[in-house]
Nanobody, 115 residues
Framework: QVQLVESGGGLVQPGGSLRLSCVASGSIGSINFMAWYRQAPGKQRDLVARIISGGSTNYADSVKGRFTISRDNAKNTVYLQMNSLKPEDTAVYYC?????????WGQGTQVTVSS
């Protein structure tokens, strides 16, 4: 009964900001890492950002310097702060948690960047 609930998506103008949140509940176990993926129309789902339990992070080149991933391990929550948004950031954003040996996904939240 593990559930990942995402929130924070919406419509913003280019240059705007959004903060995405993902809260995991249930018997999830020890989390190895948390991540955000996104999938734009006609494209595959790809990694946006990842944060490891020790705090190290990885970012896609397309978002480096604009997005920041963070987490609260005690609350099994991961955040994605998105600044200086561009139209090409438009996608469905998915929360991902790896808790060996299982992988969990959120339902996705739509982010639309348009003038």
């Amino acid at each position: 009964q593990v559930q990942l609930v995402e929130s924070g998506g919406g419509l913003v103008q280019p240059g705007g900001s959004l903060r995405l949140s993902c809260v995991a509940s249930g018997s999830i176990g020890s989390i190895n890492f948390m991540a955000w993926y996104r999938q734009a129309p006609g494209k595959q789902r790809d990694l946006v950002a990842r944060i490891i339990s020790g705090g190290s992070t990885n970012y896609a080149d397309s978002v480096k310097g604009r997005f920041t991933i963070s987490r609260d391990n005690a609350k099994n929550t991961v955040y994605l702060q998105m600044n200086s948004l561009k139209p090409e950031d438009t996608a469905v954003y998915y929360c991902n948690i790896f808790a060996s040996p299982r992988v969990y996904w959120g339902q996705g939240t739509q982010v639309t960047v348009s003038s």
